[in-house]
């Protein structure tokens, strides 16, 4: 049987919970305080029978006091269709126009209007009521509905009515979400003799069975699922759609006030920012840093504007907002919102989530909010966006996913559509990355641009990357450095990057660095003085320097001197034509024109090179072998 939910609405005392006690047999108002005041104070729920037996029909009696909307938008955030009820003698009242307008802004559309106690108004009075009616729901939720006249205590028109109802519920069509996990807003919790916790509320998505592991949110709570109920019947299972009563395990009731939401399966995080899409009503008013109650699905949160887009809006008008919430709350694109004034209360307006993970946006941006998609109307370009907005770090597929309120086989195909026509590059791992192709090339144009301003010397290859990959995607590096690979961006020379296309020794200042250490012998400068003397930027000269080590023209000795590499070279020619097996360090020093200062360094390159050993205070000679390579 398909499952459809029902909601009253309507002002109070025009009987609304006396009507769903005559239409199903059963009395909503089971709390003494209730049967004392004559008032509806929490909500109630009834089955209502289908004579074919094709549809599971629920009915959900809200309050009608206007210090009581809350818990009436807690019990309408479920329904598929609404039971207005207006009484003939009194007409449309001020809470019927806003429960009306909670019903539009929720997305409900149709129902059925019922004109109760008919039997003290005459027939003209009737007329007059109908008039006023259409007036009341033209353009809104209800348009178009059916206005029955009817009275409970006589019976007139309760007929017509269940008919009525049936049919509106018969046009319901749920459309089928096979990758959603099972979600319920709790809107009751109570404890029973023998059974423990239980909570109730409308089946949004997916199915539960008894044996479930769900998560509680924003509380974080893991609970088990050890009895599932539908109108009060045991079932092996629940699905969407349905009036649904879980005994759980787990969990106090304290633990689970109205508005905690219970999910199967894991990875779905509570949020505290909104992107919303906002409609405001009647005579409202929304500005930037408006403290506002929100209402999802059964949960009411305090929430800030922190953006808003026109900055003033006024009714009736439409705009986009970013809300900061007091307390996390658990939220996907395409959830509907009613928006309250705190004080004094009434109901602003409401709208959509399109994203849970808003930009920061500055006043001056706030106009972008207009670019946000409407994921559930175009989803490519929504995820598109989100892969986008995660610049070169990437995201994974299942972030993507739970920001959607999906599993991640909802998004298979689609990823891999835009994969193949070249949308996102996959970096694979433990866990798959995407990345816009956009930032692939950004990473590479930057790069570009820095190595060609490093002219011939380039960069070290690990500043390059430093440079061009965010600290939050270093486990990339590899990825982007094979992507500058392959699009020539970048050549390696003895560890250095340099441009794809870059001559390094051609360089001017390369040469006459080179030049300017060649001519100088020993008394070669300091990397900051041979900048000094050739009048160039001492971090360039810094950079020059490096390569020209890297590439074997100049050598680094004893960690402090930079001397020509042809220079050391000829030393190490001279001692290798020496005619003696070993030498003190005094002798060198003689033969070479040396002080200690510098011998002593020079020496220990000689030995790094094999040119020499040292034994104790002498240096012995290394002949080479026939065949042997030439010096490092």
């Given at each position: ?218 509380s974080d709570l893991r609970v088990r699922v050890r009895g ?260 020539g961006v970048l050549r390696e020379v003895a560890g250095r ?87 003190e360090v005094g002798a060198f020093k003689e033969r070479f ?40």
């Amino acid at each position: 049987m398909r499952a459809v939910v029902f909601g009253t609405a309507g002002h109070i005392d025009h009987g609304k919970t006396s009507l769903v006690k005559a239409l199903t047999g059963v009395d909503c108002d089971r709390l003494p305080e209730e049967k004392r005041r004559g008032i509806t104070l929490v909500l109630g729920f009834a089955p209502f029978p289908d004579p074919e037996g094709e549809l599971e029909l629920s009915f959900i009696d809200v309050p009608g006091h206007e210090r009581l909307v809350h818990t009436m938008i807690a019990g309408a955030a479920g329904i598929d269709r609404a039971l207005l009820v207006v009484a003939a003698d009194e007409g449309v009242m001020p809470q019927t126009r806003e429960h009306l307008d909670i019903l539009d802004v929720l997305g409900v559309r149709g129902g059925v209007v019922a004109l109760t106690k008919a039997d003290l108004s005459s027939s003209a009075a009737l007329e007059a009521r109908h008039q006023e009616l259409r007036a009341a729901l033209a353009g809104g939720a209800l348009a178009g509905a059916p206005v029955i006249p009817c009275s409970v205590v006589t019976g007139t028109g309760l007929g017509p009515l269940r008919e009525a109802v049936l049919a509106s519920a018969r046009g319901v069509a749920r459309g089928e979400e096979p990758h959603r996990p099972f979600r319920l807003a709790v809107d009751r919790a109570f404890t029973l003799p023998g059974a423990g916790t239980v909570v109730t509320g409308t089946a949004h998505w997916g199915r539960v069975r008894e044996g479930d592991e769900l998560v509680a949110l924003p509380s974080d709570l893991r609970v088990r699922v050890r009895g599932v109920q539908v109108h009060g019947e045991s079932r092996p299972e629940a699905e969407a759609g349905e009036r649904v009563a879980l005994r759980l395990a787990g969990a106090s009731v304290q633990e689970l006030p109205r508005g905690e939401q219970l999910l199967s399966s894991a990875g779905w995080r509570p949020v505290q920012r909104l992107a919303l899409a906002v409609r405001l009503l009647g005579g409202a008013t929304l500005s930037e840093g408006d403290r506002i109650w929100l209402h999802l699905l059964a949960a009411r949160v305090l929430a800030r504007v922190e953006r808003l887009h026109p900055a003033e809006l006024s009714a009736p008008a439409s705009g986009r907002a970013i809300l900061r919430l007091v307390r996390p709350t658990f939220a996907v694109p395409g959830d509907r919102v009613v928006l309250r004034r705190v004080s004094p209360t009434s109901t602003l307006g409401g709208g959509e989530v399109l994203d849970v993970q808003p930009p920061r946006l500055r006043r001056r941006d706030a106009a972008t909010l207009t670019q946000l998609p409407r994921p559930w109307l175009d989803l490519p370009a929504a995820v598109l966006g989100w892969v986008t907005q995660a610049g070169p770090k990437g995201v994974a597929a299942a972030t993507l996913a739970a920001r959607l309120g999906v599993r991640e086989a909802g998004l298979e195909a689609l990823l891999g559509r835009l994969v193949a026509e070249g949308a996102f590059a996959v970096v694979p791992g433990r866990t798959p990355l995407l990345v816009a192709r956009a930032a692939v090339v950004g990473v590479v144009e930057k790069s570009r641009e820095l190595l060609t301003a490093s002219g011939s010397v380039g960069l070290p290859l690990a500043e390059l990357l430093a440079r061009v990959v965010p600290v939050d995607a270093r486990r990339l590096r590899n990825f982007y450095l094979d992507e500058l690979r392959r699009s020539g961006v970048l050549r390696e020379v003895a560890g250095r990057a340099l441009a794809g296309d870059a001559a390094p020794l051609e360089d001017a200042l390369a040469a006459r660095v080179a030049e300017l250490y060649r001519r100088a012998g020993f008394e070669a400068p300091s990397p900051q003085e041979a900048a000094a003397a050739l009048g160039a930027d001492p971090r360039v000269v810094q950079g020059v320097v490096r390569f020209l080590v890297d590439q074997k023209r100049l050598a680094r000795v004893g960690g402090k001197w930079v001397m020509h590499r042809e220079l050391l070279d000829e030393v190490a020619a001279s001692v290798q034509a020496w005619g003696v097996e070993n030498f003190e360090v005094g002798a060198f020093k003689e033969r070479f024109a040396l002080t200690r200062k510098l011998a002593i360094p020079v020496l220990e390159w000689l030995d790094s090179q094999r040119v020499t050993r040292r034994e104790g205070d002498r240096r012995r000679i290394l002949r080479r072998r026939p065949g042997t390579p030439p010096l490092a």
